[in-house]
T-cell receptor
């Protein structure tokens, strides 16, 4: 693993199903983030974690949950997917979480039907 | 909420200069980033400004005026590979990054 990876690359999901998007980084970064990117709206922060064991809500957290059991992994779960959650999801990490640049994963394209 | 504005699209000719403006109204200010995002790819870091003035990095420069809530990204000697979206992002008082919608730059031969 080099940098930050996400899985799956893309997914089509029926409404009401549960889905977990995976994110793993090998840079030993303290902070990790989940964004969604929608046309015309830019990247919006869903949840973040400043360090292992802690998480916080971003701008659009409803319908999503996260956990940070260790430094490397930061999964995002949709408990019951809805069509409005159709989007491209990016995971990112940064060293300290403040003014450090964020490194982004390749993204997961999710379609909820 | 945070308000970050940048033009939706810009077109320029190969070898030319393009300036992408970004204005922001946020709850406090702790720095401004510019990211580049090619279609279908992840954003990648270009620059970071926290003090007023110009930061130059090769063909790319970024300027910040905190009193005016204004930044620009200057791309010089445009190349075809510079065709991408450019994202302005501001760190506010809660140390969260808020992004503008992005400016799509098309470079024509």
């Amino acid at each position: 693993i080099a940098g930050i990876t996400q899985a799956p690359t893309s997914q089509i999901l029926a409404a009401g199903r549960r889905m977990t998007l995976r994110c793993t980084q090998d840079m030993r970064h303290n902070a990790m983030y989940w964004y969604r990117q929608d046309l015309g709206l830019g990247l919006r922060l869903i949840h973040y974690s400043n360090t292992a064991g802690t998480t916080g809500k971003g701008e659009v957290p409803d319908g999503y949950s996260v956990s940070r059991a260790n430094t490397d992994d930061f999964p995002l779960t949709l408990a019951s997917a809805v069509p409005s959650q159709t989007s491209v999801y990016f995971c990112a990490s940064s060293d300290s979480g403040e003014s450090d640049e964020q490194f982004f994963g390749p993204g997961t394209r999710l379609t909820v039907l | 909420g945070q308000n970050i504005d940048q033009p939706t699209e810009m077109t320029a000719t190969e070898g030319a200069i393009v300036q992408i403006n970004c204005t922001y109204q946020t709850s406090g200010f702790n720095g401004l980033f510019w990211y580049q995002q090619h279609a279908g790819e992840a954003p990648t870091f270009l620059s970071y400004n926290v003090l007023d003035g110009l930061e130059e990095k090769g063909r790319f420069s970024s300027f910040l005026s905190r009193s005016k809530g204004y930044s620009y990204l200057l791309l010089k000697e445009l190349q075809m590979k510079d065709s991408a979206s450019y994202l302005c992002a501001v760190i506010s008082n809660d140390y969260k990054l808020s992004f503008g919608a992005g400016t799509t730059v098309t470079v024509r031969a």
